[in-house]
């Protein structure tokens, strides 16, 4: 038997698509590898070693992509990636936002105790009003610049630099008090 990276994609979607299960199963073996490789990048704490219900989502990214792909989109590698990591990234991001505090990767010394609170550590950082909101709605609650910019009525430019300032401040704050 051949090995399945030999096999041209644009075939084995033909035989898929007239109903061969045989060839579905080794389209699926050769791009198991791709997902895996994808779930390898995701950091361990937001998929707490769940790699079963990752590999299955790929799959059915996998499948979809087999639905809707038609070969004038480029190939089916780009094609596929693409939707994969989009869904990753949908499902990081509704993992981040699903818990209202976010942590930092590269410091986990401020993780909560019960007195000082995420919340409240790294507020006094930040003096103007703008910033105050920026903080407990974009950092704490996880809103989107522009819900923020609609609720508020600040334009949104105003707040992307807002955002690049307050970044500034607490990353000079942490490399500080290292």
Partial sequence: MKSIFLYNDYELIYYIRDGSEIVLKIF??????????F????????YSGKVDDLMQEGRMVLFKCLQT?????????????????????KLIRSK?????????MEDMSFIPDNDNTVENKYRFLFDEHIEKILYDEYFINGFSL???????????????QVKSRMVKKLKTYLDTSK
């Fill in 39 to 46: 779930i390898q990048k995701i950091p361990y704490l937001l």
């Fill in 28 to 37: 699926i073996q050769k791009y198991d590898l791709v997902i895996y490789s």
């Fill in 146 to 160: 522009n819900s923020i910019a609609k609720t508020y009525d600040i334009k949104y430019s105003e707040l992307i």
């Fill in 69 to 89: 792909y038609r070969s004038e989109q480029g190939s089916f590698y780009n094609y596929f990636t693409v939707s994969l990591r989009n869904k990753f990234n």
């Fill in 96 to 104: 981040y936002y699903s818990n209202s505090n976010v942590y930092l």
